[in-house]
């Protein structure tokens, strides 16, 4: 079984930053990619940013320039640092793990509580 923990979230003024992490623990072989999806009330879930295990990321066009990924694999931990915010930006945002459970074998479906992250104007 796999845990994945996010903190970092609160309520942040429109141009200031935050720093999301997701710390993966339980039953790991390996994880492949990691990402963080948010979800605005009445709204789908969407993907944010997303990065391999090698390093190579992703983001959504409405974050690029302004949100980084970046994960520390000796610690199963993954980070997104948020600067720029905007009122937009609110939601809570889940951290999202690929792991190898059994060798050769991966779960797709971990999920984190969601941390909310709430940017006023």
């Known amino acids: 079984q796999v845990q994945l923990v996010e903190s970092g979230g609160g309520l942040v003024q429109a141009g200031g930053s935050l720093r999301l992490s997701c710390a993966a623990s339980g039953s790991i072989i390996s994880i492949n990619a990691m990402g963080w999806y948010r979800q605005a009330p009445g709204k789908q879930r969407e993907l944010v940013a997303a990065?391999?295990?090698?390093?190579?990321?992703n983001y959504a066009d409405s974050v690029k320039g302004r949100f980084t990924i970046s994960r520390d694999n000796a610690k199963n931990t993954a980070y997104l640092q948020m600067n720029s915010l905007k009122p937009e930006d609110t939601a809570v945002y889940y951290c999202?793990?690929?792991?190898?459970?059994?060798?050769?074998?991966?779960?797709?479906?971990?999920w984190g509580q969601g941390t909310q992250v709430t940017v006023s104007s």
């Open positions: 999202n793990a690929e792991v190898e459970v059994v060798v050769g074998l991966y779960d797709y479906d971990n």
């Open positions: 990065i391999t295990s090698g390093g190579s990321s």
